[in-house]
């Protein structure tokens, strides 16, 4: 596609249900990241894949949280029994080499707010 | 640890001065800096660059920035600001130790350009 696709861009859901977070990254690029942005925050990085493996989990808060790709493309983020510090922006990001000057390209995020 | 800083929360601006936002950075090894731009309700637009070569990076929307291996710094800056300006900036440093994927971003600086 054109650019990073995140759905939904905006989700309400109550406390203690699990949500997904969906992201479509730019065709062809291998590398794909999760961010979170709290309000007022800056971004604090979640999970880092390279084609379906993901390397780098350091960043997920909890075991609440996981994360896959398939097929090298498409992304899933899933926040379990979701709680209200979940609230936040998420952000997904792809770049298309996997080399470190390589600039990151960023979706317009999904805004999860939990009730 | 790899990290950048940015030292300014906000940065105040009449309409057609020089701004400037500032990062310092703290990298092992060769450092590889970015700057990205996030308006409202919108994910984190690519301003810049810098990998290697000449010190001064031109980027997107007449932006500019300079990097300083002594004083360890990369600030943004445009000679002439504009109220579109106005937006959240974050520098952006590329983690290559622990894991080389990974964007490690600043907390932000708030520029407001005033008419």
């Known amino acids: 596609g054109a650019g990073v696709s995140q759905s939904p861009s905006n989700k309400v859901t109550e406390k203690g249900k699990d949500v997904e977070l969906r992201c479509d990254p730019i065709s062809g690029h291998t590398a794909l990241y999760w961010y979170r942005q709290s309000l007022g925050q800056g971004l604090e990085f979640l999970i880092y894949f390279q084609g379906n493996s993901a390397p780098d989990k350091s960043g997920l808060p909890s075991d609440r949280f996981s994360a896959e790709r398939t097929g090298g493309s498409v992304s899933t983020l899933t926040i379990q029994r979701t709680q209200q510090e979940d609230s936040a922006v998420y952000l997904c990001?792809?770049?298309?080499?996997?080399?470190?000057?390589?600039?990151?390209?960023f979706g317009q995020g999904t805004r999860l707010t939990v009730v | 640890a790899q990290s950048v800083a940015q030292p300014e929360d906000q940065v105040n601006v009449a309409e057609g001065n020089p701004l400037t936002v500032k990062c310092t950075y703290s990298v092992s090894g060769n450092p590889y800096l970015f700057w990205y731009v996030q308006y409202p309700n919108r994910g984190l637009q690519f301003l810049l660059k810098?990998?290697?070569?000449?010190?001064l990076v031109k980027g997107s929307y007449g932006f500019e920035a300079e990097f300083n291996k002594s004083q360890t710094s990369f600030h943004l800056k445009k000679p002439s600001a504009l109220v579109s300006d106005s937006a959240l900036y974050f520098c952006a440093v590329r983690v290559t130790t622990d894991s080389w994927g990974k964007l490690q971003f600043g907390a932000g600086t708030q520029v407001v350009v005033t008419p």
């Open positions: 810098y990998i290697t070569g000449d010190n």
């Open positions: 990001a792809s770049s298309a080499r996997r080399q470190v000057g390589t600039e990151a390209f």
